[in-house]
């Protein structure tokens, strides 16, 4: 009997899970992962009208991050930071995306990246659902003490921080342009006189 509620218990957890991760645009391997519900039911049962499923491949790949703009590297480590921060306080994994994801839309409003892109990124900072090994890893940076990824082993620098990149050239003396050369005038034509002189026509 008390199995029986407990796999009831975690069915009805899983469900709530799915909802939550339809609703924030989440795709049906993405929900798989988290949930272990079947694809082909999150598909019949999960999505809805107001909730369409997301065509194409999830991005699942986690060079994204290096290959992005400043502000999304930024973006990205605020959120793994809030994730991290969740999960210490004992949340477990799905959820601390979960809430991670919703309080990084909160301030942000306009988001550079995809709950399927941020499910990824947890993945690969805790090798859990998609990744079998860990590869990514939170790092302080030394200059400026902001938490951003980093990939597993690396040392945290300066010059690797999203933060303070692009404040390492604000102080760089601009590059002088380039000398231009000045044309110089030909001098002006003597005019000969004497016997070299030109004769005048005759009258």
């Known amino acids: 009997m008390v199995a029986v509620v407990a796999r009831a218990d975690t ?14 645009g989440a795709r049906q391997r993405t929900i798989a992962w988290l949930t272990g519900l079947p694809t082909s039911f999150i598909f019949h049962n999960i999505y809805d009208a107001e909730h369409l499923p997301p065509r ?8 994204f991050i290096y290959r992005s703009s400043l502000k999304v ?17 004992g949340i477990a994994p799905a ?24 499910f990824f990124v947890v993945s ?16 302080a940076c030394r200059r400026c003490g902001c938490l951003h990824l980093l990939p597993r082993g690396a040392a945290p620098a300066a010059a ?7 404040h390492r ?3 760089a003396p601009a590059r002088a342009p380039p000398p231009t050369r000045r044309r110089r005038r030909a001098a002006p034509r003597r005019r000969e006189s004497g016997a070299s002189a030109r004769p005048s026509p005759a009258a």
């Open 56 to 63: 194409g491949r999830p991005p699942y790949t986690e060079d």
């Open 95 to 118: 959820q601390a995306l979960i809430t991670a994801f919703r309080h990084y839309r909160s301030v942000v409003h306009q988001p550079s990246f995809s709950f399927d892109e941020a």
């Open 73 to 89: 590297q930024a973006e990205v480590g605020m959120f793994a930071a809030k994730y991290r921060l969740l999960t210490a306080e």
């Open 160 to 166: 690797g921080c999203p933060y303070c990149r692009p």
């Open 11 to 24: 069915r009805i957890r899983s469900l709530e899970t799915a909802r939550e991760c339809v609703r924030l």
């Open 124 to 139: 690969n900072l805790d090798g859990i659902w998609a990744a079998s090994t860990r590869t990514l890893e939170l790092g």
């Open 169 to 171: 050239t604000d102080g």
